[in-house]
């Protein structure tokens, strides 16, 4: 049984009345049904899929001088074609994606349609000429084919060669080809002749007849209302569905009427199948009877949630709340780089053993692969996963002992996070620090002063009266507030322009970096010109 089928929304299909929705609720069981603007070739795969396949065979029958009567058998051939070619879209051949195993395709690289080749058939020790239609699939030998005799007839042979370049220049085997393009076109061109198809094929050839289990079973479903007929027209996933939103103060409903139309007639903006990057306007009828234009995303935000062609729940994401990763799948240090030909390492393109948890408008949570999530929500993924950078130099009696420059572990969803993030690994540093130098005999005298560049920061860990209103970051407002108010540490607020640590957290212009690095070695950093330079100069002036 299949799982999905896709109409051409034609009214024998999709009418109130017609026999095959009759059909399709009393044994369509639990297969998905879906319908597709009708005279429009282009938005059916199937329609697409038969007009390829009519070209390839009017191309084969005229390049190769096939009879016209013979067109069903070419057919068959370039569908055994067309389905053992992959498909870059899905990484697969069709063969596979339906069966699940590799096509053998030795009798298509051995034969081509209505090539010549010789037949040895039962009894009969001699060899006879003949032309090859195609592989028989309905015969339990292997390596089974149709081929087309002299006398017009179809057999179904195993013991088939093709005819070498050699062969094809011996005078009398030109001459039997001769007589045998002759004596078949002779016969397939009366019409009152019957084509003649292999029945007589012997039994222990034929697949025998299996009980099927399902023969005898018979599908029903419950009486469910039908469906109003759709406007093939105006036809979208949006249309009909019914909202709430805001409105002047108060929440209203309504339903989503129509498509949106400009003066001549033409809907505006582009169909996505992510709604938050469908650009299509739509009308909307409240309940109230007033109407108004409204776009996707402001649509698809108002849905509480929507199911798809597929039968899948469309939930519109909230906030990704947390992340981990599978230590046994995901990749490390260790294995995260390859090699260019050029010689340069990048990173490998894979999110495999990533997993974030994601909170739904509905107030549900769940955990989600990576890979998932950024196919359903790539705006949101991108825009949280871009974790921020921690950067810190410390400096013993003025001059820089230590630096520290790496990607912090979890995203943060504001600057004021990360920069909390980063005043706490600081601290840690400077009181290993501090330890260090008690151990070594050097007696410390005063705090440690550490610059931040952000107010908010500075303010919540100097003030004791503050309150902090992201309480994710409470671990790292206690650490650091701690040490504040033990009076080893004191923390103040520097203008980003002046901060050293941002050689560390950023791509910086050249002059602001010379500007910095000279702070931190007490010189001037920049281009200095040699002598040749400053003699070529004074001789340009």
Same mark, same amino acid.
């Given at each position: %049984?299949?799982?999905? *089928? ?10 109130? &009345?017609? &026999?095959?929705?009759?059909?399709? @609720?009393? !044994? ?17 795969? #199937? ?13 084969? %029958? ?46 298509? *690289? ?13 009894? !009969? ?7 090859? *239609?195609?592989?028989? +699939?309905?015969?339990? /030998? ?24 050699? $062969? ?7 001459? %039997? %080809? ?6 078949? +076109? ?7 002749? !019957? ?12 697949? /025998? =007849?299996?009980?099927?289990?399902? &023969? ?11 469906? $109003? ?12 569905a019914q909202i709430e939103l805001s409105r002047g103060g108060e929440t209203v409903k309504g339903r989503v009427k129509d498509r949106y139309r400009d003066a001549l007639g033409r809907t505006v903006g582009n169909f996505d199948s992510n709604p938050l990057l469908d650009t299509g306007q739509y009308v909307v009828e409240y309940y109230d009877g007033s109407t108004d234009v409204l776009a996707a995303n402001t649509i698809a935000e108002a849905i509480f949630s929507q199911v798809d062609d597929e039968g899948r729940d469309f939930l519109l994401l909230d906030e990704i709340v947390e992340h981990e990763k599978d230590p046994e799948e995901a990749l490390d240090d260790s294995n995260c780089w390859e090699v260019k030909n050029n010689g340069n390492k990048v990173l490998k393109p894979t999110t495999k053993g990533w997993k974030f948890r994601v909170r739904w408008k509905d107030g549900t949570h769940c955990w989600l692969p990576l890979k998932d999530l950024k196919e359903s929500n790539p705006l949101e993924v991108i825009s949280v996963t871009m974790r921020s950078h921690t950067g810190i ?11 520290? @420059? ?15 993030? #980063? ?30 560049? !952000? ?14 209103? =992201? ?14 108010? @033990? ?53 340009? *002036?």
């Amino acid at each position: %049984m299949p799982e999905h *089928l896709t109409t051409d929304a034609a009214s024998s299909f999709i009418g109130r &009345d017609s &026999d095959w929705k009759s059909f399709f @609720s009393r !044994n369509g069981g639990n297969i998905k049904l879906d319908y597709s603007a009708p005279y429009k070739q282009r938005s059916n795969l #199937a329609e697409q899929g038969v007009k390829f396949l009519k070209k390839r065979v009017e191309y084969t %029958m005229r390049t190769k001088g096939v009879h016209e009567r013979l067109w069903n058998y070419c057919l068959c051939y370039e569908a055994d074609i067309h389905n053992r070619i992959w498909n870059p879209k899905t990484g697969r051949t069709g063969w596979e994606s339906v069966f699940g195993n590799t096509p053998d395709i030795s009798e298509f *690289l051995d034969f081509d349609f209505y090539s010549w080749v010789w037949i040895w058939e039962p009894g !009969n020790k001699k060899a006879s000429l003949g032309r090859w *239609l195609g592989v028989n +699939h309905y015969c339990q /030998e292997a390596l089974s084919s149709f081929v087309l005799k002299e006398n017009g007839t179809i057999v179904t042979c195993t013991t088939v060669q093709a005819l070498t370049k050699d $062969d094809l220049a011996v005078p009398h085997y030109i001459t %039997m %080809m001769e007589h045998h393009a002759r004596n078949s +076109h002779k016969v397939l061109t009366v019409k009152t002749y !019957n084509l003649q198809y292999p029945e007589g094929i012997d039994e222990f050839r034929c697949l /025998e =007849k299996v009980a099927d289990p399902l &023969d005898d079973l018979e599908f029903s479903v419950e009486e469910v209302d039908e469906a $109003d007929k759709y406007d093939v027209d105006t036809y979208n996933r949006l249309v009909g569905a019914q909202i709430e939103l805001s409105r002047g103060g108060e929440t209203v409903k309504g339903r989503v009427k129509d498509r949106y139309r400009d003066a001549l007639g033409r809907t505006v903006g582009n169909f996505d199948s992510n709604p938050l990057l469908d650009t299509g306007q739509y009308v909307v009828e409240y309940y109230d009877g007033s109407t108004d234009v409204l776009a996707a995303n402001t649509i698809a935000e108002a849905i509480f949630s929507q199911v798809d062609d597929e039968g899948r729940d469309f939930l519109l994401l909230d906030e990704i709340v947390e992340h981990e990763k599978d230590p046994e799948e995901a990749l490390d240090d260790s294995n995260c780089w390859e090699v260019k030909n050029n010689g340069n390492k990048v990173l490998k393109p894979t999110t495999k053993g990533w997993k974030f948890r994601v909170r739904w408008k509905d107030g549900t949570h769940c955990w989600l692969p990576l890979k998932d999530l950024k196919e359903s929500n790539p705006l949101e993924v991108i825009s949280v996963t871009m974790r921020s950078h921690t950067g810190i130099l410390i400096k013993l009696n003025g001059a820089p002992i230590s630096w520290y @420059s790496k990607r912090q572990n979890t995203v943060e969803s504001s600057t004021f996070g990360s920069e909390f993030i #980063a005043l706490r690994i600081a601290a840690e540093k400077c009181q290993g620090l501090r330890y260090k130098l008690r151990m070594f005999g050097v007696p410390i005298e005063g705090p440690t002063f550490v610059f931040c560049d !952000n107010q908010s920061v500075t303010n919540n860990v100097t003030v004791p009266t503050s309150l902090l209103s =992201k309480k994710h970051n409470a671990i790292c407002y206690h650490k650091v507030r701690e040490c504040v108010a @033990s009076g080893w540490l004191r923390v103040g607020w520097i203008e980003s322009k002046s901060n050293l640590a941002d050689l560390f957290t950023k791509v910086l212009p050249a002059v602001t970096r010379n500007s910095l690095v000279s702070k931190i070695l007490d010189r001037w950093v920049g281009y200095v010109k040699n002598e040749e330079e400053i003699a070529i100069d004074s001789l340009k *002036l």
